[in-house]
């Protein structure tokens, strides 16, 4: 868990699942423990703004060029109703989509008000992709009272919202034993975000000029890549390099293996989505791929079906044709 400073407030990036900093001890974690749960999507910047007789906590952006925004948002501990886990109402929570002179709702505001030892409550909220760009989300800034901690529970380093995309988050709070009776208690949370990469074939082939990824981190991925695929077999940075080189101008198979690979490094760092559906029927007309529903195939089912085609001899056209859907994968055009 992210344990909030001796200052009043403090400040957190996450960059990955896991990544945790927690300094309670075993007493004091099982007596009062408090949980800062973020399923969530937050734009760059943080603000704090007054509302009612408290100070409420923003979430909030700062750029001008995004336009990914809260569309909705809510609690699940409004006044006048039991306190989640208990049979009492005492404390409650609030939460609001916040537009700027634009009319742009980039602040989420939230508030626990007349909170005490152990009170847990939710706020979550639907952030969408209002624009006509792909957006990523680059890291996630974490604030909150010394009275609280934090844990991150979800990365969502390198998650790509496309134009109409969006998500549903979930902050969770549970006050700890150092909160005082009856006391607002406010949380920040925000989340960087700039315009999505295209994973091409060129962008990987200069991932140490622009250090999106570190070494580390593509090592491993191509060791996953290498253990899941009968295509591909690179196991190095060496290799992958060479199998890019390769790409640009090889023969029919040498090309679609670059961008094959450059397909699956994308799933691997974010740069393509998983959940996401995909329309391959005007790169595949004849679904050579055998897609069980080719205008709306997922990802992993157009990977399955790629791997399906080793061992049965594709001709230069069909190697052409799968290079072409990951081609238009990697540049987001499907």
């Given at each position: 868990?992210?344990?909030?400073t001796?200052?009043?407030?403090?400040?957190?990036?996450?960059?990955?699942?896991?990544?945790?900093?927690f300094?309670?001890?075993?007493?004091?974690?099982?007596?009062?423990?408090i949980?800062v749960?973020?399923?969530?999507?937050?734009?760059?910047?943080?603000?704090?703004?007054?509302?009612?007789?408290?100070?409420?906590?923003?979430?909030?952006?700062?750029?001008e060029?995004?336009?990914?925004a809260?569309?909705?948002?809510?609690?699940?501990?409004?006044?006048?109703?039991?306190?989640?886990g208990?049979?009492?109402?005492?404390?409650?929570?609030?939460?609001?989509c916040?537009?700027?002179?634009?009319?742009?709702?980039?602040?989420?505001?939230?508030?626990?008000?007349?909170?005490?030892?152990?009170?847990?409550?939710?706020?979550?909220?639907?952030?969408?992709?209002?624009?006509?760009?792909?957006?990523?989300?680059?890291?996630v800034d974490?604030?909150?009272?010394?009275?609280?901690?934090?844990?991150?529970?979800?990365?969502?380093?390198?998650?790509?919202?496309?134009?109409?995309?969006?998500?549903?988050?979930t902050?969770?709070?549970?006050?700890?034993?150092a909160?005082?009776?009856?006391?607002?208690y406010p949380?920040t949370?925000a989340?960087?975000m700039?315009?999505a990469?295209?994973?091409?074939?060129?962008?990987?082939?200069?991932?140490?000029?622009?250090?999106?990824?570190?070494?580390?981190?593509?090592?491993?991925?191509?060791l996953?890549?290498?253990?899941?695929?009968r295509?591909?077999?690179?196991t190095?940075?060496?290799?992958?390099?060479?199998?890019?080189?390769?790409a640009?101008?090889?023969?029919?198979?040498?090309?679609?293996?670059?961008h094959?690979?450059?397909?699956?490094?994308?799933?691997?760092?974010?740069?393509?989505?998983?959940?996401?559906?995909h329309?391959?029927?005007?790169?595949?007309?004849?679904?050579?791929?055998?897609?069980?529903?080719?205008?709306?195939?997922?990802?992993?089912e157009?990977?399955?079906?790629?791997?399906?085609?080793?061992?049965?001899?594709?001709t230069?056209?069909?190697?052409?044709?799968?290079?072409?859907?990951?081609?238009?994968?990697?540049?987001?055009?499907?």
């Amino acid at each position: 868990m992210y344990r909030a400073t001796p200052s009043r407030a403090h400040a957190v990036r996450t960059h990955g699942v896991g990544e945790r900093r927690f300094a309670m001890d075993a007493d004091t974690r099982w007596r009062c423990a408090i949980v800062v749960v973020m399923a969530a999507w937050l734009l760059p910047g943080l603000a704090l703004a007054r509302w009612g007789d408290g100070l409420i906590a923003s979430v909030g952006s700062t750029s001008e060029v995004m336009n990914t925004a809260f569309v909705d948002c809510w609690t699940d501990d409004p006044p006048d109703t039991l306190d989640p886990g208990y049979l009492k109402d005492v404390a409650w929570s609030e939460a609001r989509c916040d537009p700027d002179e634009h009319g742009r709702r980039h602040t989420v505001v939230a508030g626990i008000h007349n909170a005490y030892p152990s009170y847990t409550t939710q706020v979550g909220f639907t952030l969408r992709n209002e624009g006509t760009e792909h957006e990523q989300i680059l890291s996630v800034d974490v604030n909150a009272p010394s009275e609280l901690d934090i844990e991150v529970s979800r990365s969502l380093t390198g998650w790509i919202l496309g134009p109409g995309g969006s998500v549903d988050g979930t902050v969770a709070v549970h006050v700890t034993c150092a909160a005082s009776q009856s006391a607002f208690y406010p949380f920040t949370v925000a989340l960087q975000m700039a315009p999505a990469q295209n994973g091409t074939i060129g962008f990987w082939r200069a991932w140490d000029k622009h250090g999106t990824f570190s070494r580390n981190q593509i090592a491993a991925w191509l060791l996953r890549i290498n253990a899941d695929s009968r295509w591909l077999g690179p196991t190095t940075i060496d290799g992958m390099e060479a199998t890019l080189r390769a790409a640009a101008g090889g023969s029919a198979q040498e090309r679609f293996l670059g961008h094959y690979l450059a397909t699956r490094l994308n799933l691997c760092g974010g740069l393509l989505m998983g959940p996401g559906v995909h329309d391959v029927t005007g790169v595949d007309p004849g679904n050579y791929l055998g897609l069980p529903n080719p205008a709306n195939a997922t990802l992993h089912e157009i990977i399955n079906a790629i791997e399906s085609k080793h061992g049965t001899g594709p001709t230069r056209s069909q190697y052409l044709l799968m290079k072409d859907v990951c081609d238009a994968l990697n540049n987001r055009e499907i």
